[in-house]
């Protein structure tokens, strides 16, 4: 048999499901080789092992009741996951990547982490994200950034950087990520996976810090469709008293999608503040996505999608009102990232009068966006608009081995803002809308799979049509 880590996550939930693996034996094989590429890729903030493996212990128990009772075992039984360090994870700190905040152990899961250990899952620890999650590369003042498996010198992107990065490296079969702005997609672009941000209200939020735009949900972080269908599938709540996957997404991915209408767009709405030229890979990532859906019998139309240029300074107001309101120690509050603290004070002098109307705003832009993208089934744009960036690039820092003390990290808040604004112009507003998207591996700089630097596609669908864009991720050859 493959080792364990080769194993797709639904081979291996097959193998701790008949015995062929123990709980033990998997979690064992994941903390391995998280304690010998942690330390390069920078994936974990902090690993539970000692945790972990009494729960895999527990697990295998379970595993041995049902073999001589017939109890049913829960769907993802025995499978590793680790959570990204927003998400709080009870007797286990919540740093939020943060050097400003005191690090206390959580008291309780969060929503999501109920619902994913409900289903099965063993934590093997918390992974890394940027302050706060604000930024689009997972660098903070507490630990070493995440590294891009495929090339360490760049970044994995963020928020959900450290967890996809160990996806990436094998340190988890799959992970949930959250995606406020782009956390889940971005990353995923970055390190080559399948990125899924769902709908908003299918999946708990998996955040303990507040969102008064309702941006933030959380998805699966997969290296195939079919990985991260069989994520969402315990991700999605089920009633009290249900067994077996709540919607069945494992079986619908199987499936394939009908002829669609595509509408393809480069289209931003930070364009007209922060223009962008997309690199020559991104575009080269586009035309092979089109190519193999054209292929698949899809009709491919130029879409033009006007947006509102008020739009920047709403999304921002919204996005940054968290941090604004998060309870900092006044005498800790220079131990902030410049962007953090930057965008913190501005929050704290907009008031409450300007973070409503932004959010009035943004629910028209809502509305005449969905309106637009209405005229096809899916649109299709790059995922990212330029390569994986270095580790330091976005804020300027020497980075060294890694993370900086509070005096030697003196980025410039609004060109690093301006530099994630470029890198990921197609994300937010999705957010925004509500509406279900992905981000699909297409293409890579060295040509064939697995050489050079991965580039993605976005493709987003309407309310409702989670499914069918793992369809479309399985179709184009994930």
């Not at 998280?34 to 330390?39: F, V």
Request: proline share 8%; hydrophobic share 40%.
């Amino acid at each position: 048999m493959a080792e364990i880590h080769e194993l797709t996550a639904v081979e291996l939930r097959d193998a701790l499901h008949s015995g062929a693996v123990s709980a033990r034996q998997a979690t064992q094989h994941y903390l391995d080789r998280i304690d010998a590429e942690n330390r390069h890729l920078g994936t974990f903030i902090t690993v539970t092992a000692e945790q972990a493996l009494q729960d895999a212990a527990a697990a295998d128990q379970a595993h041995a009741r049902s073999a001589r009772d017939g109890t049913p075992l829960a769907p993802l039984h025995g499978m590793p996951v680790a959570f990204k360090d927003l998400t709080d994870v009870a007797g286990v700190v919540t740093t939020h990547g943060s050097a400003a905040l005191e690090h206390k152990p959580a008291l309780t899961d969060g929503a999501l982490v109920t619902v994913l250990k409900t289903a099965g899952v063993i934590s093997l620890g918390k992974t890394q994200v940027p302050e706060f999650g604000l930024t689009a590369y997972s660098e903070n003042r507490i630990a070493p950034p995440s590294r891009n498996p495929h090339a360490p010198s760049r970044s994995s992107g963020g928020s959900s950087g450290g967890s996809a990065a160990a996806v990436a490296a094998g340190l988890v079969p799959f992970a949930p990520g959250s995606d406020g702005g782009g956390s889940v997609r971005i990353p995923a672009a970055a390190c080559g996976l399948v990125g899924l941000k769902p709908g908003r209200g299918l999946v708990p939020a998996g955040e303990s810090t507040g969102d008064p735009a309702g941006l933030v949900v959380s998805g699966p972080l997969a290296r195939s469709a079919g990985d991260a269908a069989l994520l969402l599938d315990a991700m999605v709540p089920r009633p009290p008293g249900a067994s077996g996957p709540a919607a069945g997404y494992l079986d619908l991915a199987a499936q394939d999608p009908p002829r669609l209408r595509i509408g393809v767009s480069l289209d931003s709405p930070w364009q007209t503040i922060f223009p962008f030229t997309p690199a020559t890979e991104a575009l080269d990532a586009l035309a092979e996505a089109v190519r193999r859906l054209e292929a698949a019998g899809h009709q491919i139309s130029e879409a033009a999608v006007r947006y509102d240029n008020r739009y920047p300074a709403a999304f921002t107001t919204a996005w940054t009102a968290a941090v604004g309101e998060a309870r900092i120690a006044p005498q800790r509050e220079a131990l902030l990232t410049p962007l953090t603290r930057t965008f913190r004070r501005r929050a704290q002098q907009r008031g409450p009068a300007k973070l409503a109307e932004a959010l009035g705003f943004l629910c028209q832009f809502r509305r005449d966006t969905i309106t637009q993208y209405a005229a096809w089934d899916v649109m299709l744009m790059p995922a990212l608009a330029q390569t994986p960036r270095p580790v330091g690039w976005f804020t300027g820092a020497a980075h060294g081995d890694g993370y900086w003390p509070a005096a030697e990290w003196t980025g410039d808040a609004d060109g690093d803002y301006r530099k994630q604004c470029e890198y990921a112009p197609w994300s937010s507003m999705v957010n925004v809308c509500g509406l279900p998207a992905i981000s699909i591996p297409v293409h890579w700089t060295g040509g064939a799979a697995g050489a050079g630097l991965p580039m993605g596609v976005q493709l987003i669908g309407p309310m409702g049509s989670e499914a069918l864009l793992l369809q479309l991720a399985a179709q184009l050859g994930c």
